[in-house]
């Protein structure tokens, strides 16, 4: 889609958001923030911020999350991919991770395509390694920080930074498990974004059935999960098509030509549905897109981009994730609006 057009359908939407509710997906609350009743445990989801090393643009950014954080008081930020896509990736990855250990809670990153080292780089120019950094110093990084809760993960799976994080309630019983992964950056084999590998799907059902076990003594007695990955699953696309007309489309906006989907199929939803354990799954990388859609008992939900430098978005917030002590969860979604200084809180779903 051309730009100018992304740009008229980004006005066409915020209009609509302004005007209040009238399609049933935003209620305005602003900085009157009330808790949803039962929550045990709050998560902002934030996704896509791509820092850029300027230090007035980036502060954009900032202050949205900082809005956020100010109004929801989340007990974790989970950051879902692409907090930079800058060049010189150290520099700028570095004043996320600062800006995001500032707040002084507990967060949660998995990797998106665009963090690790800039392909561009020719073979005989010099990297300074105080700037510029692949995956893996980046994770040695993350594993550093004392609130970021992120691990690399086995290093027998495909991937960096798959694993786990299970909350618990103030009796300390486990209520749910927050499972973080890697879905890698491009297929080089088929073209265009990558997929959950096949020992991913494997490390997936272990991480599931091991949780049981260790929880309720039964492997096949799950407990309650949430996903968070960077590039959202082919059954995104799937399920907002299913969902239209129904009550499964529970908010949000699919654009036009809007698909970063792998290229390829793996059986990861399937193995969700099969074991029973997920109950919804949060994504990025869309930036235009940020609906949430239920299908076969999952709901699929795309983060709202936070991204205020590079690429032009509709709305740009964070989702909250409100988990109950029955270990069931609801979203609201956080949204600050060009020229608005106030957080708008979109209805329960």
């Known amino acids: 889609?051309?730009?100018?057009?992304?740009?008229?359908?980004?006005?066409?939407?915020?209009?609509?958001?302004?005007?209040?509710?009238?399609?049933?997906?935003?209620?305005?609350?602003?900085?009157?923030?009330?808790?949803?009743?039962?929550?045990?445990?709050?998560?902002?989801?934030i996704t896509d911020i791509h820092i850029l090393n300027d230090a007035k643009k980036d502060a954009k950014a900032f202050k949205t999350i900082t809005a956020m954080v100010e109004t929801a008081k989340p007990d974790m930020i989970i950051l879902t991919?692409?907090?930079?896509?800058?060049?010189?990736?150290?520099?700028?990855?570095?004043?996320?991770?600062?800006?995001?250990?500032?707040?002084?809670?507990?967060?949660?990153f998995v990797f998106g395509n665009h963090e690790g080292l800039d392909i561009s780089y020719a073979e005989n120019e010099v990297i300074d390694p105080e700037k510029i950094a692949d995956r893996q110093t980046l994770s040695d990084y993350l594993e550093s920080l004392p609130n970021c809760i992120y691990e690399a993960g086995d290093e027998n799976v495909d991937g960096m930074g798959n694993y786990y994080y299970n909350v618990k309630n103030e009796n300390g019983e486990v209520i749910t498990s927050l499972i973080?992964?890697?879905?890698?950056?491009?297929?080089?084999?088929?073209?265009?974004?990558?997929?959950?590998?096949?020992?991913?799907?494997?490390?997936?059902?272990?991480?599931?059935?091991?949780?049981?076990?260790?929880?309720?003594?039964?492997?096949?007695?799950?407990?309650?999960?949430?996903?968070?990955?960077?590039?959202?699953m082919l059954e995104y696309m799937t399920a907002y098509d299913e969902a239209k007309g129904t009550e499964n489309r529970l908010w949000g906006f699919r654009f036009p030509n809007e698909d970063g989907t792998p290229a390829a199929d793996d059986q990861m939803f399937e193995k969700m549905v099969e074991l029973g354990s997920t109950k919804g799954c949060f994504a990025g990388h869309d930036h235009m897109n940020n609906y949430s859609v239920m299908k076969d008992g999952i709901r699929l939900t795309f983060g709202l981009s936070c991204d205020h430098n590079i690429y032009v978005v509709p709305v740009r917030g964070g989702v909250l994730i409100n988990v109950k002590n029955d270990g069931s969860f609801t979203t609201r979604h956080l949204m600050r609006h060009r020229g608005q200084s106030s957080i708008t809180i979109g209805k329960e779903q």
């Open 180 to 232: 973080m992964m890697d879905s890698h950056s491009y297929d080089e084999v088929n073209g265009g974004y990558d997929h959950f590998h096949e020992n991913q799907v494997e490390w997936y059902e272990n991480t599931v059935k091991t949780i049981a076990k260790e929880v309720n003594g039964d492997e096949s007695n799950v407990v309650p999960s949430l996903v968070f990955f960077h590039v959202p």
């Open 81 to 108: 991919g692409d907090l930079t896509s800058e060049k010189e990736n150290f520099t700028a990855f570095k004043t996320g991770c600062a800006f995001l250990e500032s707040f002084n809670i507990p967060w949660a």
């Open 1 to 45: 889609m051309k730009k100018w057009m992304k740009v008229l359908l980004s006005i066409l939407l915020v209009a609509v958001l302004i005007v209040g509710g009238t399609l049933g997906f935003v209620t305005f609350y602003h900085k009157d923030y009330k808790e949803v009743e039962d929550t045990a445990f709050k998560i902002l989801q």
